[in-house]
């Protein structure tokens, strides 16, 4: 029988960073649900936060706590930040390019709730697409493909692999080290901006081993997605574009953020979502994003991918406005760790990246610092599992392994049911009454005979309605409202 000295769950930055940090000569396998391309990393389009030198790291600080509302943990926020200039250039020294300007030096730009411009991008809008790609070209393990994890083998503080279905066959991990990269919760939302495959399965197997998952009510609505298609994943319109002077405004032309807050545009990202909700709800407007500013062709060369997106749906950019809402874009909590990313009360399990709650981000995240996250905190992981050379042991494999049916004939109606629960009632606006209502509603489900996927998710969704019905207080993305 094998045994890995780690398997690594996801192939997003977190995941495949960490991949890339582990010595070649170590035996690794990466374990990716569908193809390694469906994940959030692909996807995004903003870019990687740098600070712009060591006068910049208190302020990057500053920002990222105020954005956070101040419910983030300042150790890891100055972790994020000290570690940001060397992560990155690790990357650019190693052959990664970001865009840079026509003198030749990077190209910093900003985004909302950033003091200062300090946010890397490649491909003009298409950082996350790049960067994947790179971190895929430079992957020195092997990744297994359409292999569903549906356990993690846990025994006392021990984890001693993964139970995964590949091809539908049950299969047995054994790791010395088991790295947790498997994103957030997307795809519990009737909208939002996430790969597919990105539905907090694995938060579900956390809550059923009793591990802590921290800050699960702080849901990160995206402001500006163009929200056209039947499909769950909708069109992001990046932070990048209203940093640079693009405007929110409502169908009369009217640019109303500036009644929500004194930064307008830049203001922090759950304030711009909660005011775009608020306009639309009380004047029943539909919300535009509008590009006057910009000249077309600049336009065309510093955002293609949105250009292309857009113009193959009919938008002229920058001429036209384009219709948007705030959608589901990112998981602020996760299963909590500690400043090594190890998962707590855990002798060899680490999580990294979305799925982890390292304190960074508060009840909310500063835009563009997620990338950076998952580089910094994966670096650390692995730096510490390195050191530390944890050996499982044959004679403590878990005895007790169950076997599941990953899916069954009425899942479909009720995985559609808890999106819009989702969606209705712990979203952007949550009632109490509505919060205590849809988790009787999610335990009536989980009591049905479903699939093993669609009963993680539940437990999953039931862990961010208790925190948001826990939390008596607004605070940045939960925001509580009186009937
Ligand atoms: C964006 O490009 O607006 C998304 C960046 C992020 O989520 O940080």
């Known amino acids: 029988m094998i045994i890995y000295d780690y398997v690594i769950i996801g192939t997003g930055v977190a995941g495949l960073n960490a991949a890339r940090l582990i010595p070649f000569d170590k035996k690794v396998l990466i374990v990716c649900k569908q193809s390694p391309w469906e994940c959030n990393t692909f996807w995004a389009q903003g870019g990687v936060v740098r600070a712009r030198d060591k006068d910049d790291i208190p302020i990057h600080i500053q920002d990222t706590m105020e954005a956070g509302a101040y419910l983030n943990d300042i150790k890891a926020v100055t972790l994020l930040s ?38 890397l991008h490649a491909d003009g809008d298409a950082t996350g697409r790049e960067l994947h790609m790179f971190l895929l070209e430079n992957c020195p ?53 996430n790969s597919i495959t990105i539905s907090g399965d694995i938060q579900g197997i956390c809550v059923e081993k009793g591990m802590n998952l921290r800050d699960m009510e702080m849901i990160q609505f995206h402001p500006t997605v163009f929200v056209d298609n039947k499909n769950a994943r909708q069109q992001l319109l990046t932070e990048a574009l209203r940093g ?72 002229d950019l920058p001429f036209e406005r384009v219709p948007i809402s705030p959608a589901f874009h990112y998981s602020m909590g996760g299963i909590e760790v500690d400043l090594d990313s190890k998962v707590l009360g855990f002798k060899n399990l680490y999580a990294v990246g979305e799925v982890s709650s390292t304190g960074v981000h508060g009840a909310n995240r500063l835009a563009s610092n997620s990338l950076l996250e998952g580089l910094v905190f994966s670096d650390l992981a692995v730096k510490k599992a390195l050191n530390t050379d944890f050996k499982i042991d044959a004679k403590n494999y878990p005895s007790d392994i169950k076997y ?58 039931k862990s961010i309605i208790e925190g948001a019905i826990d939390r008596k207080v607004s605070i940045g993305a939960h925001f509580i409202k009186d009937k």
């Open 82 to 119: 000290e570690k940001s200039i060397d992560v990155v250039d690790d990357l650019i020294n190693n052959g990664f390019q970001f865009d840079k300007n026509a003198k030749g030096e990077l190209a910093f730009t900003k985004e909302a709730a950033h003091s200062r411009s300090r946010i």
């Open 141 to 193: 393990h092997e990744i297994v493909t359409a292999s569903i994890v549906i356990d993690l083998l846990i025994k006392d503080d021990v984890c001693h692999g993964v139970h995964i279905l590949q091809n539908r066959k049950d299969k047995m991990i054994y790791a010395h080290n088991t790295i947790i990269a498997s994103g957030g919760v997307g795809s519990i939302y009737k909208y939002h901006t």
């Open 244 to 315: 640079e002077g693009a405007i929110v405004e409502d169908e009369n032309g009217y640019p109303f953020l500036k009644d929500y807050h004194k930064d307008c545009e830049l203001a922090p990202r759950d304030v711009v979502s909660r005011a775009i909700f608020d306009y639309n709800k009380k004047t029943g407007s539909q919300v535009y994003l509008s590009f006057n500013k910009f000249k077309k062709n600049e336009f065309k060369k510093r955002f293609p991918n949105i250009y292309k997106n857009l113009k193959d749906v009919g938008f």
């Open 404 to 461: 599941f049916t990953l899916a069954k004939p009425q899942d479909k109606a009720i995985k559609n049911a808890l999106r819009n629960i989702m969606w209705k009632n712990v979203g952007i606006v949550r009632v109490r009454q509505d919060l205590i209502d849809s988790l009787e509603e999610i335990e009536s489900y989980l009591k049905e005979d479903i699939g093993r996927l669609l009963y993680l998710r539940l437990l999953t969704a």
